[in-house]
């Protein structure tokens, strides 16, 4: 079966523009994260999703920052007004259910490159 | 708050040498702790994890990972690095029950 897809795998945008960032998780999994991975620094949480409910946004560093999951399957991660700040690798990782430590799968990530 | 610390940004290590990478953490309560690695272009990839039990862990890959308690320390080892280790590896603790906490990780160079 097919892993955690991210689309798109590169994106460039300027300052100031909006941006929507997309993740397939596994198919029946429950439970979905992002996190954030700036230039030689280790992933950072952004928000987790149990079902279609964002469980825990306590990673999102401002209001720019949005993540739905309307049908409990695909997330999109939304940045308005990007900063250059905002340029990292995004994330994403599902797992069947929350609590499930060992089956936390990750997708290879978008990078963003704010100009 | 829960932190971990990898000392070692980069270590370059000749193929069929050992492999230890450090991974110090600071957490409250018992820690889960994990190993994940990244190879270019690719997910992260989960080495091996500890949750309790044995303090020796046996990972994928032929990577081993000991817990020490009283050094807050959870080191990474390999006996015999092949070319493919080169990545860049990071030790991870988890927080609650989902949310992992990263080091910084630690980029490996194998020369043949």
């Known amino acids: 079966g097919a892993g955690v897809s991210q689309t798109p795998s590169n994106k460039v945008t300027e300052k100031g523009k909006y941006v929507e960032l997309r993740c397939d998780p596994i198919?029946?999994?429950?439970?979905l994260y992002w996190y954030r991975q700036s230039l030689g620094q280790g992933p950072e949480f952004l928000i987790y999703?149990?079902?279609?409910?964002?469980?825990?946004d306590s990673g999102l560093p401002n209001d720019r920052f949005f993540a739905v999951r309307p049908e409990g399957s695909v997330s999109t991660l939304k940045i308005q007004r990007t900063e250059r700040g905002d340029s990292a690798v995004y994330l994403c990782?599902?797992?069947?259910?929350?609590?499930?430590?060992?089956?936390?799968?990750f997708g290879p990530g978008t990078r963003l490159l704010v100009l | 708050a829960q932190s971990v610390t990898q000392p070692d940004i980069h270590i370059t290590v000749s193929e069929g040498a050992s492999l230890e990478l450090r991974c110090n953490y600071s957490?409250?309560?018992?820690?889960?702790l994990f190993w994940y690695v990244q190879s270019p272009g690719q997910g992260l990839q989960l080495l091996l994890k500890?949750?309790?039990?044995?303090?020796l862990v046996q990972g994928i890959k032929g990577f081993e990972a000991e817990f020490k308690r009283s050094q807050s320390s959870f080191n990474l080892r390999k006996p015999s690095v092949h070319w493919s280790d080169a990545a860049e590896y990071f030790c991870?603790?988890?927080?609650?029950?989902?949310?992992?906490?990263f080091g910084a990780g630690t980029t490996v160079t194998v020369r043949a």
């Open positions: 990782a599902s797992s069947p259910a929350v609590g499930d430590w060992e089956t936390q799968y």
């Open positions: 198919s029946g999994h429950t439970a």
């Open positions: 999703f149990q079902g279609t409910g964002a469980a825990d």
């Open positions: 957490y409250g309560a018992t820690p889960y």
């Open positions: 500890y949750f309790s039990g044995d303090t």
């Open positions: 991870a603790v988890g927080v609650g029950d989902y949310k992992l906490s």
